[in-house]
């Protein structure tokens, strides 16, 4: 379990600069980003030492282009459960954690239940995966698939709320 900033604590304006910096490269020296938010190289370090202690901070990634790596194919898949149970939602949920196809899960309000962002290379490779993972799972009602034609946008930065 991570720690949380002490309770007297609210992120301040530097703090925000510092992940917002990081988010979209944390791949700065420590120098560099100090430099960049204002800060001495020691200050700098402190916070971000805190904030990553705070666990506001989760992970630091590398973020590869998979289309430079192989062929990829993008889709959308929209869940909707036969029940609307708990205990068979944490069983689907345990089933998408253990699908390396599957890059994204969202529980949602509406028409469907789950909405999930799969990377395949193909849509053979995407059949394998509905027979493996939705064809198997007993609780899916339906699903339904949209391709992906073209990625307008993606950002995975985090809105960090001024009032922390």
């Known amino acids: 379990m991570t720690a949380s900033l002490p309770k007297n604590h609210r992120i301040d304006a530097i ?30 370090h402190a916070r ?29 898949v929209e869940v909707t459960m036969e029940r609307d149970d708990k205990r068979l939602y944490r069983a689907f949920e345990k089933r998408v954690l253990a699908a390396a196809e599957i890059k994204q899960c969202y529980m949602v309000t509406g028409d469907c239940d789950f909405m999930l962002i799969v990377s395949v290379p193909d849509m053979d490779a995407y059949d394998r ?5 939705l064809y198997a799972e ?3 009602r339906k699903f339904r698939t949209l391709l992906s034609r073209h ?12 009032a922390r």
Do not use: H
């Not at 990553?52 to 989760?58: A, F, N, Q, T």
């Open 15 to 44: 703090d925000r600069r510092i992940l917002d910096v990081l988010q979209q490269d944390a791949g700065w020296t420590n120098q560099a980003l100090a430099e960049r938010v204002g800060l001495s190289p020691s200050a700098c």
């Open 48 to 76: 971000v030492k805190r904030l990553r202690g705070s666990g506001l901070i989760d992970r630091v990634v590398a973020m590869l282009d998979p289309e430079a790596i192989a062929a990829c194919l993008y889709v959308i």
């Open 129 to 133: 995966f509905c027979d493996r993972v």
């Open 138 to 140: 007993p609780n899916i």
């Open 151 to 162: 990625r307008v946008k993606f950002d995975i930065s985090a809105t960090i709320d001024p």
